[in-house]
């Protein structure tokens, strides 16, 4: 059974940044792909970035530029540093393995306002 840990989030001004971080029970986290997801009041949950066992990254439009994935194997934790934040960014973010889902953990709860 694998387990994921989020944590890091909180409450921050339009404009301010944040670190998520996950903690991943994974025996071969390095070679598996991770992915931050997010999931908004009333809406779907999203994937938001992913980072290759390669470190090859990748964004969903809406925070390119402002988030930045990316990972530390032999701790088996993938982190989210999240810039210039919005208020559309308020979600609870989680993380996953794309090509292979798990059970989703907690998730930590991002709010932006002012």
């Known amino acids: 059974q694998v387990q994921l840990v989020e944590s890091g989030g909180g409450l921050v001004q339009p404009g301010g940044s944040l670190r998520l971080s996950c903690v991943a029970s994974?025996?071969?986290?390095?070679?598996?792909?991770m992915g931050w997801y997010r999931q908004a009041p009333g809406k779907a949950r999203e994937l938001v970035a992913t980072v290759t066992s390669g470190d090859k990254t990748n964004y969903v439009d809406s925070v390119k530029g402002r988030f930045t994935i990316s990972r530390d194997n032999p701790k088996k934790m993938v982190y989210l540093q999240m810039n210039s934040l919005k208020p559309e960014d308020t979600a609870v973010y989680y993380c996953n393995l794309p090509l292979r889902l798990h059970s989703w953990g907690p998730g930590t709860q991002v709010t932006i306002s002012s």
């Open positions: 994974l025996s071969d986290f390095a070679l598996n792909a």
